[in-house]
């Protein structure tokens, strides 16, 4: 037991390392489809899914929401805010390696004590900052990204970088540039902007345009900053079209890549997208991943999901594999994650209340994918989807089809091809035999 447990308290007491039993384990407390050396089209299921826990939801968030008090308990807290990060950085480490997650992330605030002076706030996280890495070297987790929390704090009511107020862009730039060390310190593979309160309440009282160049400005900063010190992966932008603000200015992959090309910031950023944000948005999960893909910028995903009947962000732990394959199918196609991973952004209901719970629930997240994972690679190594797909380009692969992609046709062109044949015969898009063929797949 020692070897996975960190600190001077063990967190998660009766809880050992998280092994592979097979679907047909009844142990809740073990994977039934994760087998992490598992190899799946060359690379092992750890290699491709680079699982990833995130801070806040796991080791921050007790259960409040806008109707009720906290329900759980966290026996790393602490009166002394410093004792209570030490605390809370061991329960994390110990949580992540018995589970057997390679990653994690973070916000500022959620690893360290924040402090309205400037210095203080630093002092607190560079301290933090040293904990955190001296754990990510006894342990080898490592960090997936980290970002700063630029809208709990009442100053950012009104916004961070988007902000009327210009004393309030600083602080946020203040909160970035320490976020920016920290990464650097502790060999963080992304950076991301998560723009919660980069929107607007009203349009009344906003000027969208002025609030849109600050923000790109401050991109800008951040990346100049960044790079001087020595970061070298990608910034991700973290679309989301509202909630809590009425609108935010990244709503969805499309706005974002838009935004990111129109200030020239594509080649430094990327996005991370989040499956209950392209929801929320009305899209699909894999729409926006696709998005992302073709633009070459899928930089990382937060791994979630929302709840149909709910608008929210519900932030669910992912079980659900039918869209996770389709999610694994883009990822795959892509070429599968560089520095990117499946972050949990998920939370625990409220009423999910043992200790236990947050292993069966990253657990389910992660077999989740494991099974998405395999079944993506057959469909795709199979090529029967694929070969579906193909036939209904076919006519562009030869003759005028062709000669129209190559650029060599005019408008009068095509008009004289239209009138020199009959009316096109219909064709079929196929769509229910495709969809019956992904069932076979995943339940065949
Ligand atoms: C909120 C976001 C947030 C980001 C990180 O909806 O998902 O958790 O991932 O700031
Ligand atoms: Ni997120
Ligand atoms: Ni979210």
């Given at each position: 037991?020692?070897?996975?447990?960190?600190?001077?308290?063990?967190?998660?007491?009766?809880?050992?390392?998280?092994?592979?039993?097979?679907?047909?384990?009844?142990?809740?407390?073990?994977?039934?489809?994760?087998?992490?050396?598992?190899?799946?089209?060359?690379?092992?299921?750890?290699?491709?899914?680079?699982?990833?826990?995130?801070?806040?939801?796991?080791?921050?968030?007790?259960?409040?929401?806008?109707?009720?008090?906290?329900?759980?308990?966290?026996?790393?807290?602490?009166?002394?805010?410093?004792?209570?990060?030490?605390?809370?950085?061991?329960?994390?480490?110990?949580?992540?390696?018995?589970?057997?997650?390679?990653y994690y992330c973070f916000?500022?605030?959620?690893?360290?004590?924040?402090?309205?002076?400037?210095?203080?706030?630093?002092?607190?996280?560079?301290?933090?900052?040293?904990?955190?890495?001296?754990?990510?070297?006894?342990?080898?987790?490592?960090?997936?990204?980290?970002?700063?929390?630029?809208?709990?704090?009442?100053?950012?009511?009104?916004?961070?970088?988007?902000?009327?107020?210009?004393?309030?862009?600083?602080?946020?730039?203040?909160?970035?540039?320490?976020?920016?060390?920290?990464?650097?310190?502790?060999?963080?593979?992304?950076?991301?902007?998560?723009?919660?309160?980069?929107?607007?309440?009203?349009?009344?009282?906003?000027?969208?345009?002025?609030?849109?160049?600050?923000?790109?400005?401050?991109?800008?900063?951040?990346?100049?900053?960044?790079?001087?010190?020595?970061?070298?992966?990608?910034?991700?932008?973290?679309?989301?079209?509202?909630?809590?603000?009425?609108?935010?200015?990244?709503?969805?992959?499309?706005?974002?890549?838009?935004?990111?090309?129109?200030?020239?910031?594509?080649?430094?950023?990327?996005?991370?997208?989040?499956?209950?944000?392209?929801?929320?948005?009305?899209?699909?999960?894999?729409?926006?991943?696709?998005?992302?893909?073709?633009?070459?910028?899928?930089?990382?995903?937060?791994?979630?999901?929302?709840?149909?009947?709910?608008?929210?962000d519900t932030d669910e732990f992912p079980t659900n594999?039918?869209?996770?394959?389709?999610?694994?199918?883009?990822?795959?196609?892509?070429?599968?994650?560089?520095?990117?991973?499946?972050?949990?952004?998920?939370?625990?209901?409220?009423?999910?209340?043992?200790?236990?719970?947050?292993?069966?629930?990253?657990?389910?997240?992660?077999?989740?994918?494991?099974?998405?994972?395999?079944?993506?690679?057959?469909?795709?190594?199979?090529?029967?989807?694929?070969?579906?797909?193909?036939?209904?380009?076919?006519?562009?692969?030869?003759?005028?089809?062709?000669?129209?992609?190559?650029?060599?046709?005019?408008?009068?062109?095509?008009?004289?091809?239209?009138?020199?044949?009959?009316?096109?015969?219909?064709?079929?898009?196929?769509?229910?035999?495709?969809?019956?063929?992904?069932?076979?797949?995943?339940?065949?």
């Amino acid at each position: 037991m020692k070897d996975y447990f960190i600190g001077e308290e063990e967190f998660f007491p009766g809880i050992g390392k998280i092994g592979y039993e097979g679907p047909k384990s009844d142990n809740p407390l073990a994977f039934k489809f994760y087998d992490p050396q598992k190899k799946v089209g060359g690379k092992t299921m750890a290699e491709h899914l680079r699982f990833s826990i995130a801070y806040w939801h796991s080791f921050c968030a007790k259960g409040s929401d806008p109707f009720g008090n906290e329900t759980m308990v966290f026996p790393w807290s602490d009166p002394d805010p410093m004792i209570a990060a030490r605390k809370k950085a061991d329960a994390a480490f110990e949580f992540t390696t018995k589970l057997g997650a390679e990653y994690y992330c973070f916000h500022d605030i959620d690893a360290a004590p924040d402090a309205s002076s400037v210095t203080e706030y630093e002092r607190n996280y560079f301290a933090v900052a040293e904990m955190l890495k001296s754990l990510q070297n006894e342990t080898g987790v490592k960090l997936l990204w980290n970002t700063s929390n630029m809208f709990s704090h009442p100053r950012y009511m009104n916004g961070a970088a988007s902000n009327p107020e210009f004393s309030i862009l600083a602080r946020a730039a203040a909160q970035v540039k320490a976020s920016l060390d920290v990464n650097v310190l502790l060999g963080g593979q992304n950076y991301v902007f998560w723009g919660g309160r980069e929107g607007y309440m009203s349009l009344l009282n906003t000027r969208m345009k002025q609030e849109q160049d600050h923000i790109a400005r401050f991109f800008m900063l951040a990346r100049d900053y960044g790079r001087k010190i020595g970061f070298t992966g990608p910034f991700l932008i973290e679309p989301k079209p509202m909630e809590p603000s009425k609108h935010q200015y990244d709503y969805d992959a499309a706005t974002a890549i838009g935004f990111l090309r129109n200030y020239g910031l594509d080649k430094d950023f990327k996005c991370n997208i989040e499956n209950n944000h392209a929801t929320l948005a009305g899209h699909t999960f894999a729409h926006d991943l696709q998005v992302c893909a073709d633009a070459g910028m899928l930089g990382s995903v937060d791994a979630n999901e929302g709840d149909a009947q709910n608008g929210w962000d519900t932030d669910e732990f992912p079980t659900n594999v039918y869209d996770s394959v389709e999610a694994m199918m883009v990822i795959l196609k892509m070429g599968g994650f560089t520095t990117g991973g499946l972050n949990f952004d998920a939370k625990l209901r409220r009423n999910s209340t043992d200790r236990e719970d947050l292993f069966i629930a990253h657990i389910g997240g992660m077999d989740t994918f494991a099974l998405a994972l395999e079944i993506a690679d057959r469909i795709i190594s199979d090529g029967k989807l694929d070969t579906m797909v193909a036939n209904r380009y076919r006519s562009y692969e030869s003759g005028k089809g062709a000669e129209f992609e190559a650029g060599k046709l005019t408008l009068a062109d095509l008009r004289d091809i239209a009138a020199s044949q009959p009316e096109p015969a219909l064709v079929s898009g196929k769509q229910e035999m495709i969809k019956n063929l992904i069932n076979q797949y995943i339940f065949g």
